[in-house]
């Protein structure tokens, strides 16, 4: 799974100006990463395609930190 969560970082990384080496678990989305709601929504169909998972739209809408993510992505694929 640790390779996963990198995987989610680096992609995290992709929208924000912090390195995915320095991105934690109590990190959040808005307010410490400056992700913008079209830039969330964004990022969640690329995580749907790169981890090849379906998200519940309005559960997604409610993760707020990076800990709160992968928590969600560890019960989709079943870890």
Avoid: H, W
């Avoid at 799974?1 to 970082?9: G, S």
């Avoid at 992609?11 to 678990?25: G, K, M, R, S, W």
């Avoid at 992700?35 to 739209?57: A, C």
Wanted: aromatic share 8%.
């Amino acid at each position: 799974m640790e390779d996963k969560v990198m995987e989610f970082k680096e992609l995290v990384a992709q929208y924000c100006e912090v390195p995915a080496e320095n991105i934690t678990d109590d990190m959040r989305f808005r307010e410490d990463l400056g992700f913008t709601s079209l830039g969330f929504m964004s990022f969640l169909g690329d995580l749907e395609d790169n981890f090849d998972v379906e998200l519940d739209q309005e559960k997604a809408e409610q993760v707020r930190t990076i800990g709160e993510a992968l928590e969600m992505m560890k019960e989709l694929m079943g870890e």
